[in-house]
């Protein structure tokens, strides 16, 4: 079983490769060796190379935003696909200006395209998010993957898709993907708020 979580020995981060952990991933030498095979795959070498450089570049000085705009400017990426949720259409419009302005070509597909009603998957009407309404649209994140994978995008990111949404996503989209903003309606979309305070006000609400 790995556990890295608990490990306070960090011997990867520091190349340490005589104090490791008895069941540290560093010790499967062999995989680790095919592993890093497939970094010299086209694909990922572009990906792999062009992250560390805008992990460098904008290290504690470029917001997420500017981050993705460096790393699809570094990859050479033309056509962005923004699969978003309806909940951040705004959010979604003003993303999609900027990276226009920045001169890439944006394909946007929201959750709810095709009008698919929530009976497909036998939501009953008392189970819908607003249950006194006769059509409530189900979110179609394999709709969103497959007309983006349509529209051949260089690059998909995902604002604000639901949990388990994204995994279809993900799981249909043939570009690579990369995340500005994750759902949690709760907390702002920012999920480690309740991570930050697990030990005092959300300790009773994660531990019970």
Not at 22 to 39: A, G, M, V
Not at 164 to 193: C, E, Q, W
């Amino acid at each position: 079983m790995y556990t890295c979580d608990s490990c306070n020995k960090i011997s990867c981060k520091k190349g340490d490769m005589d104090n490791l952990p008895s069941n540290c991933p560093c010790r499967e030498e062999d995989k680790i060796k095919e592993i890093t095979k497939l970094y010299k795959e086209p694909q990922n070498y572009k990906i792999a190379h062009n992250s560390a450089l805008v992990e460098a570049e904008g290290y504690c000085q470029l917001t997420r935003v500017q981050e993705i705009i460096l790393f699809a400017k570094k990859c050479g990426y033309k056509k962005i696909g923004l699969a978003f949720c309806v909940g951040l259409l705004k959010e979604a419009q003003i993303f999609a200006n900027i990276l226009r302005h920045h001169d890439f070509e944006v394909e946007s597909i929201i959750c709810k395209n095709g009008a698919i009603p929530k009976s497909e998957i036998d939501i009953k009407v008392k189970e819908q998010v607003r249950p006194q309404c006769k059509f409530e649209g189900m979110c179609n994140p394999i709709g969103q993957a497959k007309l983006l994978n349509d529209r051949k995008t260089d690059l998909n990111i995902i604002l604000g898709l639901c949990v388990g949404h994204d995994s279809l996503f993900i799981k249909y989209s043939d570009a690579p993907i990369t995340v500005l903003a994750a759902k949690d309606r709760v907390l702002g979309h920012n999920p480690l708020a309740a991570i930050y305070t697990s030990h005092s006000y959300y300790n009773k609400k994660l531990y019970d």
